[in-house]
């Protein structure tokens, strides 16, 4: 190890300065002294308010670092991009369906014939067959909104 008051010297001789770290990787200028504050720097920290309209005309204000990026299409098989475009496919028709669903339940709390109930509950029962929710009419109940019935499993 060399000699503080030497590598104070070179530095103000030659502008050089071998910088050295601790087994923490914190910088440390005099690490055979025993005053903690001839080892370590001390930096206090405070808020600095900035011109940003000064900041602006040099650098740009937004963070790029962390932003993040879309190469999760790039980085894809052409296997599963084709799967992940039936899977979008397949969320949207549910999710127009489910509004289907919605709205005509909405629709049958106001209708009060009984031709009406009879044709909103087959269309209840098919837009929910076609959400997978049952495959025959026995699967669902029988009074409104019509809801698949779970069987216990034996």
């Known amino acids: 190890m060399s ?3 030497q590598d104070i010297q070179n530095f103000c ?3 050089e300065y071998t910088y050295k770290f601790d087994e923490n990787g914190n910088l440390i200028f005099n690490n055979s002294s025993m005053d903690f504050s001839q ?6 920290l405070k808020n600095i308010v900035y011109n940003n309209s000064k900041l602006i005309s040099f650098y740009p204000l937004d963070f790029v670092e962390f932003v993040s990026t879309t ?3 790039i980085n894809q098989t052409p296997s599963e991009i084709i799967l992940q ?3 979008d496919t ?5 999710s127009l369906l489910k509004s289907q669903l919605d709205s005509v339940i909405s629709q049958n709390e106001n209708n009060e014939t009984t031709a009406d109930q009879l044709s909103i509950k087959q269309v209840i029962l098919e837009l929910r067959k076609s959400l997978g929710q049952g495959r025959v009419d ?5 009074t409104f909104p019509y ?3 779970t069987k216990p499993i034996t």
């Open 3 to 5: 000699n503080f008051s």
């Open 147 to 149: 809801t698949a019935i």
């Open 13 to 15: 001789r030659y502008g």
């Open 90 to 94: 397949a969320q949207s028709e549910n």
């Open 39 to 44: 080892v370590y720097l001390s930096l206090p």
């Open 71 to 73: 190469n999760s299409e």
């Open 138 to 142: 026995s699967d669902f109940s029988t």
């Open 85 to 87: 475009q039936q899977l």
